[in-house]
């Protein structure tokens, strides 16, 4: 590509650098993409593949001492691949605008500091990270560009990824103390206070600079790169998956005009979206969503944009609502910091006497296993376990199933299942991701969210004709609705926690349990147990 990026260019323009990142893959409503290409003559566009999260020898591990390791890929195959396409989608969409997208294998704070040099970067831009684990990198960024000798170059963040805008809300995630403690709280307040802003256009691009010296060489790695030969020789799209997920804006674009407009699907989501099965009980963005290949303020225009054309009912407003549960996480994550890793979650430790005695996980790697593996014998949670391990995707509702029931029925520690979930999910984002576990595990900051689900109502309210569950567990597809009614207890435990049976999808709308823990505890970015996860500080505010 070194044709295309060797425009018009001279040592002394202005140049800035454009990073994208794992989760915001797109061109549309990108502000650093737009201010880099506004603010300088001339343009880089970088990609870099972290090996610390896309190779086969990264691990979804804690690295510490309070887990047992396990050996699944930080980023399995299902991911790495929608990750793979969602990078070649923006390398030939810059392609086709005449610029190009620079792709390497190795750590960003090694690769961006030698751009910097070769092409006289004057200002990286790049996305506000929400979580530890970014801001870590972020900050080595920062600390390996002030060690480049003869350079003033800096890392430039803006916020994004969120329907609201950081800058916009009536509180400062930041601070302590300064977070509503429910989802229903965050809602009400930003829905009277705060108005969305417009997504930013694709910028008209300026041309590439040329490097001083030998042009770098941008390499687009294979699956076999990021997760094995073995693993990846065996990759095939399961016929049985609920949709066939490909990666990158043109697709996330193609989806969300075929789910809202040609299958006009919008006008019933709230009625169909806590289904299980086929593709257009929900919309399917979240994988789109959790790369930054779907701007939320951009499926919001297209809502508007519908209700305008179409109809406008709770269900079109329901999509919005997903949309600010999400939000929630991510603001929630911005001010948590590390503790939405730790054990007790956000809530804090509880004391003795307000401890339930059912909460003392175990770490029984046989018992995780069979959850992983959808061998527990009990049907609905073998369906869910065994869709997600052959496609790397499950319902809203199936996961808060099967995350009740490892977490109150089999009493193993959640983590387990979250950092499960972090290596096979292809829609995986830490905030949305994380912070569902720790309000599954009742360890999240509302002291009144404490859910059981009751695996048989569960079933029967979602599942009742058993479709889904004969759709991925073929052992039960020679049973008699009796047998496979009463194989939907087993593993169930005496029901000692209240609520009993989880009401609407995400978060806001579930029938709420009596909290069995002592109200919410400061935020920390300091953690227990000394990894990466619980040793990086909360991002501030403006940067
Ligand atoms: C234990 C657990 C773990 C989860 N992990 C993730 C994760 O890693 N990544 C992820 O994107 N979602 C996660 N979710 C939320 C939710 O299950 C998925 O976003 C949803 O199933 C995706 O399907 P969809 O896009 O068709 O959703 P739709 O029902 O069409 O919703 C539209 C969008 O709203 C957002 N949304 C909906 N529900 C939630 C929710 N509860 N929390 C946050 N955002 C929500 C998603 O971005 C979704 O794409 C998790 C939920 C649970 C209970």
Same mark, same amino acid.
């Given at each position: 590509m070194a044709s295309i990026a060797r425009k018009a260019a001279s040592k002394t323009s202005s140049v800035g650098l454009v990073f994208f990142r794992y989760s915001d893959i797109r061109l549309h409503d990108h502000e650093p993409l737009f201010t880099c290409h506004k603010n300088h003559q001339q343009v880089l566009h970088c990609f870099c593949f972290d090996p610390r999260v896309t190779s086969p020898s990264a691990k979804a591990d804690f690295n510490s001492k309070s887990l047992p390791t396990t050996n699944y890929l930080k980023t399995d195959v299902y991911r790495s691949k929608f990750l793979l396409e969602?990078?070649?989608?923006?390398?030939?969409?810059?392609?086709?605008?005449?610029?190009?997208?620079?792709?390497?294998?190795?750590?960003?704070?090694?690769?961006?500091?030698?751009?910097?040099?070769?092409?006289?970067v004057e200002k990286i831009y790049t996305h506000v990270g929400e979580t530890v684990e970014e801001n870590i990198l972020l900050s080595s960024i920062d600390q390996s560009l002030q060690q480049l000798p003869g350079s003033?170059?800096?890392?430039?963040?803006?916020?994004?990824?969120?329907?609201?805008?950081?800058?916009?809300? =009536?509180?400062? =995630?930041?601070?302590?103390?300064?977070?509503?403690?429910?989802?229903?709280?965050?809602?009400?307040?930003?829905?009277?206070?705060?108005?969305?802003?417009?997504?930013?256009?694709?910028?008209?691009?300026?041309?590439?600079?040329?490097?001083?010296?030998?042009?770098?060489?941008?390499?687009?790695?294979?699956?076999?790169?990021?997760?094995?030969?073995?693993?990846?020789?065996?990759?095939?799209?399961?016929?049985?998956?609920?949709?066939?997920?490909?990666?990158?804006?043109?697709?996330?674009?193609?989806?969300?005009?075929?789910?809202?407009f040609d299958q006009d699907a919008l006008k019933d989501y709230f009625h169909t979206r806590n289904g299980?099965?086929?593709?257009?009980?929900?919309?399917?963005?979240?994988?789109?969503?959790?790369?930054?290949?779907?701007?939320?303020?951009?499926?919001?225009?297209?809502?508007?944009?519908?209700e305008k054309s179409?109809?406008?009912?709770?269900?079109?407003?329901?999509?919005?609502?997903?949309?600010?549960?999400?939000?929630?996480?991510?603001?929630?994550?911005?001010?948590?910091?590390?503790?939405?890793?730790?054990?007790?979650?956000p809530k804090g430790k509880p004391t003795a006497s307000s401890r339930n005695k059912s909460t003392k996980w175990t770490q029984d790697l046989q018992l995780f296993a069979r959850w992983t593996s959808g061998t527990t014998g009990n049907p609905m949670i073998d369906a869910n376990m065994r869709e997600l391990a052959a496609t790397g995707f499950m319902s809203n509702r199936g996961r808060q199933i099967v995350a009740s029931y490892l977490t109150r029925d089999l009493a193993l520690d959640w983590r387990l299942g979250a950092m499960y979930f972090e290596s096979v999910l292809i829609d995986h984002d830490p905030c949305s991701n994380w912070g569902n576990w720790t309000y599954a595990?009742?360890?999240?900051?509302?002291p009144r969210e404490d859910r059981y689900f009751s695996i048989p109502k569960q079933t029967k309210n979602y599942d009742g004709?058993?479709?889904?569950?004969?759709?991925?567990?073929?052992?039960?597809?020679?049973?008699?609705?009796?047998?496979?009614?009463?194989?939907?207890?087993?593993?169930?435990?005496?029901?000692?926690?209240?609520?009993?049976?989880?009401?609407?999808?995400?978060?806001?709308?579930?029938?709420?349990?009596?909290?069995?823990?002592?109200?919410?505890?400061? =935020?920390?970015?300091k953690g227990g147990n000394g990894n990466r996860r619980n040793n990086g500080k909360k991002s501030a505010k403006k940067q």
């Open positions: 969602a990078v070649t989608d923006l390398q030939s969409n810059l392609r086709s605008r005449n610029h190009n997208l620079l792709v390497f294998n190795g750590t960003p704070e090694t690769i961006l500091p030698s751009l910097v040099s070769q092409y006289n003033t170059c800096s890392l430039h963040r803006i916020w994004g990824n969120t329907l609201y805008h950081l800058d916009d809300l =009536p509180f400062d =995630p930041t601070q302590v103390g300064k977070f509503p403690t429910s989802c229903s709280q965050f809602r009400q307040k930003i829905e009277k206070q705060c108005s969305i802003r417009p997504c930013f256009p694709v910028p008209v691009l300026k041309s590439a600079p040329t490097a001083t010296g030998a042009e770098p060489s941008s390499n687009m790695p294979t699956l076999a790169d990021l997760v094995g030969s073995d693993v990846a020789n065996k990759y095939a799209l399961d016929a049985r998956a609920a949709f066939p997920f490909v990666g990158g804006e043109t697709a996330a674009l193609a989806r969300m005009k075929d789910y809202f299980m099965l086929g593709p257009n009980y929900s919309s399917k963005f979240s994988p789109w969503l959790s790369m930054g290949s779907l701007s939320p303020r951009l499926v919001f225009q297209e809502v508007t944009r519908y179409r109809v406008k009912n709770k269900d079109t407003y329901w999509m919005i609502f997903e949309l600010i549960v999400r939000d929630f996480f991510r603001f929630y994550a911005l001010h948590w910091g590390s503790s939405i890793y730790h054990v007790w979650g595990a009742g360890v999240g900051a509302d004709k058993h479709e889904y569950i004969r759709h991925w567990v073929d052992e039960m597809k020679v049973v008699s609705e009796q047998q496979l009614r009463t194989q939907l207890t087993r593993g169930c435990r005496k029901q000692t926690w209240n609520g009993g049976g989880g009401g609407g999808g995400g978060g806001g709308s579930g029938k709420k349990g009596k909290g069995k823990y002592g109200s919410g505890r400061k =935020p920390s970015s």
